[in-house]
């Protein structure tokens, strides 16, 4: 499990540095109802793909460890995996609703998960998840602040992925180019 942590951690910075890549060409606003967030773009619906991917395979991982062998029904629930059955079972353990990132350029603090907490999904995960077999739809749907939230929630994921040494990896240990964890 170990190598894993690894593996996923060299991932988010190689999709940190696909974003900023595409932030050479948008500008942000630390004000999410500015017209820089109506952008939507082939290579934002590509960023889309690849983040989403990463989380919900980090989702699958989190889930698999032994945190969550005594939940009931778990291996059905391990079997038949989507974003409510991760919602139901990680948040209540590792409460990544309350998991705060400040986007490091216009100091503007994001929780990417926030939702969770009234039992509902992120807006920019809906959208992946809905749309992520229908690109056209997706180009057009999915911009820069969804974005910035789903960069964050891969690294919340990131930072809670169950390791064998510790119960949480250190932040110090992933890059923080364009989010910092608070």
């Not at 952008?39 to 983040?51: A, E, N, P, Q, R």
């Not at 059905?76 to 990680?90: A, G, P, S, T």
């Not at 992925?161 to 989010?179: E, M, V």
Request: net charge negative; proline share 3%; aromatic share 10%.
């Amino acid at each position: 499990m170990r190598g894993d942590y690894y593996y996923y951690e060299r991932r988010y910075e190689s999709i940190e540095e696909e974003l900023i890549e595409i932030l050479d060409y948008i500008e942000i606003h630390p004000r999410f109802d500015n017209h820089c967030y109506q952008i939507g773009s082939s290579k934002l619906m590509d960023f889309c793909i690849k983040v989403g991917t990463e989380i919900e395979t980090i989702f699958r991982i989190i889930i698999k460890s032994s945190d969550f062998n005594d939940v009931e029904d778990i291996d059905n629930k391990r079997q038949n995996q989507n974003i409510n059955i991760y919602r139901e079972l990680i948040e209540p353990i590792y409460q990544i609703s309350t998991r705060q990132l400040r986007i490091n350029h216009i100091d503007r603090i994001i929780k990417p998960f926030r939702v969770f907490s009234r039992g509902e999904n992120p807006e920019w995960f809906q959208i992946y998840s809905s749309q992520k077999h229908n690109k056209l739809i997706l180009i057009e749907q999915w911009n820069i602040k969804h974005s910035l939230c789903a960069l964050g929630g891969l690294l919340v994921l990131i930072e809670r992925h169950p390791q064998d040494t510790q119960a949480y990896p250190r932040a110090s240990n992933l890059s923080q180019k364009i989010l910092t964890i608070l």
